[in-house]
């Protein structure tokens, strides 16, 4: 992942542990609310989603469309990272206010794929964020993080293991009140693999931890809008649950 750059607007952040990440987000100072639920959406851009990248970006433009017109915008900061065989933060923990689609370039897939470090970058950075907020005496702070891709790991210097104690972590609510992640599996129906795919990815769930497994099927623009749905009215959920000392319940697809 490259090295990041503090601004004035924005502070960077290393994550603890093995592959030496980083993180950025807005300044602890600039942020307007007393609680906040961290959303992170992460997003595969290694070689073999780019049949159906446009409608890929699309959805994630819809999650966000859709979260500034959530009764709690103002209380969530979305982070938004893309991988293939790196990393890239195509923007850190932000208010939605702040946040411009339009902003948001083409994907260009290309590449192998570092799924391993992208939830590990992902789950770590929000506990890191909540356990910063936390201690600069703001009220609550939970995370959902959305992890989208259509392939196995190929490249990572992290492994399960390392998520899994990134996620045994988070229930302690010592550094965040609670943390749902959720693992979406994408087709490409060219692929005769698919359900060999979609197994490992399960598996994968299994060993790291992580909350829940959705495979919404062939990545066609009317499946990737549902899912932005779906995601939309996870984080929303996920939200309204701040405070209660317990995550929300998960979603059907």
Known sequence: MPRLMATDENQVITIPGPGNFQFSGT????????EYTLATVVCD?????????DHLLNAVKMVVGACK??????NLLLRFLIFNENLQ???????????????????KPHGMTALYDATFNAIGATLEMS??????DFDNVNGCVYIITDGLDNRSKVGPADILKKVEASRSREDIESLTSVL??????????????????????????IDQFV?????TSQKLAKLANFVSQSISSQSQALGSGAPSQQLAF
């Open 215 to 219: 495979d919404i099927g062939h990545a």
């Open 69 to 74: 017109k959530s009764p709690r915008a103002e």
């Open 131 to 136: 356990k910063n907020l936390l201690s600069q």
């Open 45 to 53: 851009s290694s070689g073999s989603v780019d049949p159906f990248k």
């Open 27 to 34: 300044r602890i100072e600039n942020l307007g609310a007393t």
């Open 89 to 107: 933060e195509i923007h850190g923990f932000k208010e939605l206010s702040t946040i411009d689609i339009n902003d948001y370039k083409e994907l």
């Open 184 to 209: 979406v599996s994408l087709k490409d129906p060219s692929i005769r693999w698919n359900d060999e795919i979609v197994a490992a990815l399960d598996s994968f769930k299994n060993e790291a931890g």
